[in-house]
């Protein structure tokens, strides 16, 4: 099985123009819970055993403030510094001991694409998983959008260890574990976050969470599905102030032996966007707010 220096996907880092609403939406609704709140961040945790899932802050609009990842163990802090910066990426902090929260070590970059990146080892874990079979565990993938799909995909390759899974003719997705993949990069004419997929238990999780979801006057966007590449089913959403998020669950596990398929593969018969052939196509409000939410101005931390 291939060595990775990066182990998994831990969190994301949103900003958003409304501080309080956006926090009582993903601990009220969406199934998440309130770890802390530290010097103006709001810390929020998954079922599972990852300190945060998503970090809020305030800002001016939906913006992308960072992906973090976690690493191996502390020498691939080095390793990954090196590579990134030799394949484009601007090293902007660490690593350093981190001063939030889940503390551990820390580093950030800027890749090519403008995205921040960040990179924890040692990190603060929870002990205990959280009671609630229809809430999310973990994440289970970031889509960021990119105006040079391939390019990005090789950064992941090439800087940060990680491996093509599968290409379509839109999306490139590559991963760091057993996951079929952890980040998809998305054709668009502009660069920053498509959306955010959290990892629900199982497929009756996905529709009870969708359900939930409904009640609270949040329709589904999007589905219910079953993908192609990853083969994970979903229900699409979109928050309150106008980023897309994702339930899923049983995404696909693949080791070395998984065959990479292409574009010329991965194609649906007319008229349909699923497997299952039931999920209607996606509306153009959805796919406008799918590349509406950019990479934010300032730096991660």
């Known amino acids: 099985m291939t060595h990775f220096p990066i182990t998994a996907l831990r969190s994301v880092n949103l900003e958003t123009p409304d501080l309080p609403r956006s926090e009582q ?28 899932v998503v970090a809020l ?20 802090f080095e390793t990954i510094a090196s590579a990134s910066l030799k394949h484009g990426a601007t090293l902007l902090a660490g690593p350093a001991p981190n001063p939030a929260p889940d503390g551990g070590m820390v580093m950030s970059i800027l890749a090519p694409n403008g995205g921040a990146l960040r990179f924890v080892s ?23 959008n990119s105006t040079h799909v391939d390019g990005l995909a090789a950064f992941y390759e090439q800087a940060l260890g990680f491996r ?25 004419a502009v660069n920053g976050l498509n ?28 589905g219910v599905g079953r993908h192609g590449p990853g083969d994970n089913v979903f229900a699409y959403f979109i928050d309150p102030v106008g980023t897309v998020i994702e339930y899923t669950a ?19 018969p007319p008229g349909r966007t699923d497997h299952w052939g ?3 196509p996606k509306p153009d409000h959805v796919k406008a707010a799918q590349t509406a939410v950019a990479y934010a101005d300032r730096g991660p931390e």
């Not at 969406?30 to 300190?51: F, K, M, N, Q």
């Not at 040692?122 to 960021?144: K, Y």
């Open 25 to 52: 939406f993903y601990t009220s609704v969406w199934g998440l819970d309130l770890v802390t709140r530290h010097e103006g961040v709001t810390y929020l945790r998954a079922s599972g055993t990852d300190h945060h």
């Open 250 to 268: 049983e995404v696909l596990q693949v080791d070395d032996g998984y065959a990479v398929r292409g574009p010329s593969e991965w194609v649906w």
């Open 122 to 144: 040692g990190d603060m874990r929870h002990t205990d998983t959280l009671a609630g079979a229809n809430r999310p565990t973990r994440l289970a993938h970031v889509n960021v």
């Open 195 to 222: 959306h955010v997929a959290f990892l629900m238990p199982d497929l009756e999780a996905v529709m009870r969470g969708s359900g939930r979801m409904i009640d609270a006057g949040f329709p589904i966007a999007w």
């Open 164 to 188: 093509l899974t599968d290409r379509s003719r839109m999306m490139a997705f590559v991963r760091c574990n057993g996951d079929h993949h952890a980040i998809v990069i998305a054709d668009a």
């Open 57 to 76: 802050r305030q800002g001016d609009r939906p913006a992308l403030r960072s992906i973090t990842f976690r690493l191996h163990s502390d020498a691939a």
């Open 278 to 280: 039931i999920a209607p």
